[in-house]
């Protein structure tokens, strides 16, 4: 069942591509997949292309699918190592996960989370407050990032 979603899911990515982001599967590993996603141009991550890697599990679509960051990334709401933590997280990657979604919603929610992050569910609070607090700080500081790890 997993094998014939993900590749379904591969299929309509290839069908109708996103200028936003791609993804597909590393080798011959249907199950392990990595993503680009492109910086939103009305953020601070605007120009780069961060690397995410997907990790469907066996019982696909039944559970969702692990997503994190490789490259690095200055966000309240990614921790250091890459963890994606916000309302997706909690609603569309556990908890409210639903065999419905697909890995393009996913990564349309992670689009959206860089131009918007959420504050009050951080992952990284020293990063929350700075960008409730000094919103000039953390855009700077998030644009440094982005040309430092997410530019070639």
């Known amino acids: 069942m997993a094998s014939k979603r993900i590749l379904k899911e591969l299929n309509d990515l290839q069908k109708d591509p996103s200028t936003f982001y791609s993804a597909g599967p590393v080798g011959e590993d ?3 997949w990595q ?13 780069g292309v961060f ?10 679509p039944f559970k ?3 997503v ?9 709401n990614v921790s250091s190592n890459g963890i994606i933590c916000f309302h997706i997280c909690h ?3 556990k908890e409210q996960w639903s065999p419905a979604l697909t890995i393009s919603k996913v990564l349309v929610s992670i689009c959206s989370l860089l131009r918007d992050p959420n504050p009050d569910d951080p ?3 020293e990063i929350a407050r700075m960008y409730k607090t000094d919103r000039v700080k953390y855009e700077s500081t998030a644009r440094s990032w982005t040309e430092k790890y ?3």
Do not use: C, N
């Open 30 to 32: 249907l199950f392990h």
């Open 35 to 47: 993503a680009t996603i492109t910086g939103p141009s009305d953020s601070p991550y605007s120009g």
């Open 51 to 60: 690397i995410l890697t997907i990790h469907f599990p066996p019982d696909y």
């Open 64 to 66: 969702p699918p692990k």
């Open 68 to 76: 994190a960051f490789r490259t690095k990334v200055f966000h309240p």
């Open 91 to 93: 609603d569309v990657l």
């Open 123 to 125: 992952m990284v609070p």
């Open 150 to 152: 997410a530019m070639e």
